[in-house]
T-cell receptor, first 114, second 115 residues
Framework: DAGITQSPRHKVTETGTPVTLRCHQTENHRYMYWYRQDPGHGLRLIHYSYGVKDTDKGEVSDGYSVSRSKTEDFLLTLESATSSQTSVYFC?????????????FGPGTRLTVL | AQSVTQLGSHVSVSEGALVLLRCNYSSSVPPYLFWYVQYPNQGLQLLLKYTTGATLVKGINGFEAEFKKSETSFHLTKPSAHMSDAAEYFCAVSEPGAGSYQLTFGKGTKLSVIP
């Protein structure tokens, strides 16, 4: 158990509304990641963070922003949600400060955009 | 750029039969390789990983995988399937030395176990 929690676990929202998902970790890991999981696509990286206020884009970052003001929290924001952002969102942390890079995942947030 | 191909989006085996889930990768450097398992409505759990050294890697729940550089493969096997193995399995790669430590995932293989 890597001490990762995600909130909310389920959310239904309407197109055009802002949504923020939270990832919280208890073990001071430096690296944190946001993925989305869609049928037939596996998991795809949205954004990641390598420290407080240090973030970078992943493969599918359009329409998403992130923030990390504290080591333990990594927030994912959909500024104006669209139906294409209906997905399951997973947060992950990477243990250690170097290679090899094993990531551990949170329980996920199921987001439905109507 | 790295990529991962998992052959077969669905695999069905009988209880007690061999499980073989295929993973091939494309990478410009020898990668780190991972298998994760996802049970329904849960997050991903690490099954096993290859970084360096012995190419046959043993993981949890009786699974193992062999890194074959010449075939760019990292297939997952288990000698005897159990009902509790029914889940979705994901192969992933990362590039050693890449500062982001990003994982690139395959699309997943859903394993069904028939009683």
């Amino acid at each position: 158990d890597a001490g990762i929690t995600q909130s909310p676990r389920h959310k239904v929202t309407e197109t055009g509304t802002p949504v923020t998902l939270r990832c919280h970790q208890t073990e001071n890991h430096r690296y944190m990641y946001w993925y989305r999981q869609d049928p037939g696509h596996g998991l795809r990286l949205i954004h990641y963070s390598y420290g407080v206020k240090d973030t970078d884009k992943g493969e599918v970052s359009d329409g998403y922003s992130v923030s990390r003001s504290k080591t333990e929290d990594f927030l994912l924001t959909l500024e104006s949600a669209t139906s294409s952002q209906t997905s399951v969102y997973f947060c992950a942390i990477k243990e250690g400060s170097g290679d090899p890079d094993t990531q551990y995942f949170g329980p996920g947030t199921r987001l439905t955009v109507l | 750029a790295q990529s991962v191909t998992q052959l077969g989006s669905h695999v069905s085996v009988s209880e007690g039969a061999l499980v073989l889930l295929r993973c091939n990768y494309s990478s410009s450097v020898p990668p780190y390789l991972f298998w994760y398992v996802q049970y329904p409505n849960q997050g991903l759990q690490l099954l096993l990983k290859y970084t360096t050294g012995a190419t046959l890697v043993k993981g949890i729940n009786g699974f193992e995988a062999e890194f074959k550089k010449s075939e760019t493969s990292f297939h997952l096997t288990k000698p005897s399937a159990h009902m509790s193995d029914a889940a979705e399995y994901f192969c992933a790669v990362s590039e050693p030395g890449a500062g982001s430590y990003q994982l690139t995932f395959g699309k997943g293989t859903k394993l069904s176990v028939i009683p």
